[in-house]
């Protein structure tokens, strides 16, 4: 199953559970959440452009203004940024299990293999957010089979 980065990812668990999975934010769609020029830091190495670079986006509105950003592929929000900062020497710092961290190269670096590595190493990380909804979903699908099996 080939999805267009981007597109949302669905996983079906029975009839009435669908959980939604953002796939991984390709660095032109992370370069657009920094929004208009001057809502975030235009110079220094904490600039949206590098910010991009090392697997951040704004997840929201609300977390551009304070200046917090999300890695893509750790799933890890990052705040307190000053311009000066390092993006990858405080991603790698702060998050030292983050795939994408790891190899310190650009996306566009990566070899297929890698690339599909993070892609797993994302799915794990989502699922792991969505741990509670899941687990209520399982329990549903058990009962579920136990009225099954006890109509017989
Ligand atoms: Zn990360």
Redesign the pocket.
């Known amino acids: 199953m080939v999805k267009e980065c981007g597109e949302n990812m669905e996983i079906e668990l029975n009839d009435e559970v669908t959980i939604e999975q953002p796939t991984i934010m390709m660095s032109a769609q992370r370069l657009e959440t920094f929004g208009e020029k001057g809502m975030w830091f235009e110079v220094g190495s904490a600039s949206r452009q590098d910010m991009v670079k090392s ?1 951040f986006y704004c997840p929201s509105e609300d977390k551009r203004k304070n200046r917090i950003v999300k ?1 893509t ?2 799933r ?1 929000e990052f705040a307190n940024w000053t311009r000066d900062d390092k993006p990858e020497e405080r ?1 790698l710092a702060e ?1 030292s299990e ?1 795939p ?2 790891q190899f310190g190269r650009d996306e566009e670096e990566l070899t297929v293999r890698e690339f599909l590595e993070l892609e797993l190493a994302v799915k794990l990380a989502v699922m792991d957010e969505d741990k509670e909804k899941l687990k209520a979903a399982a329990i549903e699908s058990f009962s579920d089979v136990e009225k099954l099996l006890n109509k017989k």
């Open positions: 697997g890695c592929y750790c890890k991603h998050s983050c994408f961290a």
